[in-house]
């Protein structure tokens, strides 16, 4: 009888880990060139929602908890999957591309004591679900196999090795594509390179296989045939077919798996009560987090670990990256960038919130309004065409329309004090450095230079003259 594996592909709850990862060891084959993927991005680190696909899998099967931690890559990957895996796993180079189980046998020479059991997996599988490998990893356990492997019967196993069977359904081998009969090409039981070893036989059969296929390799699906002429008896565990199993080796598989990637987030999204008002143009990064009631409107993009509070409103057509949104706020038509926003804010139509802005409660920031690297206090407004720049604004303070904080004076960037309750009027100009005293007004038209103290009025424009008839001498001067 075949043994099969029944997975809730819907839920993690679907699957009880009760296993002691420590003893097992993870070896993660990414020294695949990825000439198909047509890209100067390794195809493992390629971005999808905010983070490499590879950093799926690995946070999907809970990769940190496992023993001793491998990933095997090409030379030409080294330095950039040493910065970005090499705290967490040991980085493994496979000098010569000779196939995968060459590159699984990499790693004997750091194989520590302590690890009876190891999981191999190929990089490119961002979608393969947590709750599928630890079912597989228990059942291997519990029947103490030598190799086992996961199968499934594909509707369309084209690309995937074919699994062959005797009569008495006792997995033969893994035949690769390129090597298939016509007959074998028929078969619908594929490998889904997913395998489990014990240490032992896994040095073994690792270290006998041979390259005699069509591509001169020497492959780790041949580790069954080995097995079994080996002595060994060879596990194959069938799983019901499922996404879950998309290889990412072509720009259309790429997209594949970005699309599904989005369609979880957004359902898990919808499971914690956001509302989502158009999905197909709403795109929302793998690590945002959202409380209930939120709503998002057409056009959304919202990226990083973006924080969005219960109750805002996001959209339609705003970008949020890195940024956090409280509760009851809106974002409409607008960027926001490494920012802040306080509860009931209100930003947009049309502004731009640049890295180190910091917006209190009830701030309004409106139509063409630009702020960076600015703390802006609470129930302040700057409501129309400004630019407030490396400035500190206190409480209920008026921005007047066209008010822009000049803070870079050719060399460095200068700061801006605007106090509590200040009424600056349209169309100024501040100095910086300068200090806008509490309660202080500033006159429309105005460039201040100089210090407002508290509670005065600031003038800074020049006198203005009045030529009388100037327009009519113009007109008849015109028509002479």
């Not at 809970?62 to 023993?67: N, R, S």
């Not at 077919?241 to 997209?255: G, H, I, K």
């Not at 870079?408 to 300068?434: H, M, Q, R």
């Not at 007004?441 to 203005?464: C, E, F, N």
């Amino acid at each position: 009888m075949v043994p099969q594996i029944k997975c809730d592909f819907g839920s993690r709850s679907g699957v009880v880990k009760n296993m002691d990862l420590s003893r097992w060891g993870l070896i993660v084959l990414a020294a695949g060139e990825g000439k198909r993927m047509r890209s100067s991005i390794p195809k493992v680190l390629l971005p999808a929602w905010g983070k490499p696909i590879i950093q799926y899998l690995l946070e999907e099967i809970e990769w940190k908890e496992f023993g001793q931690r491998f990933l095997v890559v090409s030379p030409s990957m080294e330095d950039l999957m040493q910065n970005n895996f090499g705290q967490e796993m040991t980085i493994v180079v496979q000098r010569e591309p000779k196939g995968t189980a060459h590159a699984a046998s990499t790693v004997f020479p750091l194989i520590q004591e302590g690890i009876d059991w190891f999981l191999v997996l190929y990089a490119d599988m961002p979608l393969l679900r947590g709750e599928t490998i630890f079912s597989f990893l228990s059942q291997a356990e519990e029947k103490h196999s030598p190799l086992s492997f996961l199968t499934s019967i594909a509707p369309r196993p084209a690309g995937f090795g074919r699994v062959v069977r005797d009569e008495k359904g006792e997995p033969l081998g893994i035949v690769e594509e390129k090597d298939c009969s016509p007959q074998e090409k028929k078969i619908s039981e594929v490998c889904l390179g997913v395998f489990a070893f014990q240490r032992e036989p896994f040095r073994e059969i690792i270290s006998v296989i041979d390259n005699r296929n069509a591509q001169k390799e020497y492959y780790l699906t041949d580790a069954v045939r080995v097995a079994r002429e080996r002595g060994y008896r060879p596990e194959a565990f069938v799983v019901e077919w499922d996404e879950q199993f998309l290889n990412v080796n072509t720009p259309a598989d790429f997209s594949k798996a970005i699309l599904i990637l989005k369609e979880r987030k957004i359902a898990s999204l919808w499971d914690e009560g956001v509302k989502i008002l158009d999905p197909s143009t709403t795109y929302v990064d793998w690590d945002v987090v959202m409380e209930e009631d939120v709503w998002l409107y057409p056009g959304v993009v919202i990226e990083g670990k973006s924080v969005i509070a219960k109750g805002a409103r996001i959209g339609p057509f705003s970008r949020v990256s890195e940024s956090r949104v409280g509760r009851n706020s809106s974002v409409e038509y607008s960027v926001v960038e490494e920012s802040f926003i306080g509860e009931e804010v209100k930003v947009g139509p049309f502004s731009h919130l640049r890295p180190g802005t910091k917006l209190e409660r009830g701030v309004k920031v409106g139509n063409f309004v630009e702020v960076k690297n600015s703390q802006v206090g609470e129930e302040t407004k700057a409501l129309h065409l400004s630019y407030l720049g490396d400035a500190q604004i206190g409480k209920k303070v008026n921005i007047g329309a066209g008010t822009i904080t000049c803070n870079y004076d050719g060399v460095k960037k200068n700061p801006t004090f605007i106090e509590d309750e200040v009424f600056i009027g349209s169309n100024n100009s501040l100095v910086a450095p300068v200090s806008i005293g509490r309660g202080a007004y500033t006159a429309a038209g105005s460039t201040i230079t100089q210090d407002v103290p508290p509670y005065s009025l600031g003038i800074g424009r020049a006198r203005q003259k009045n030529i009388e008839d100037w327009a009519k001498r113009k007109i008849r001067r015109n028509k002479d």
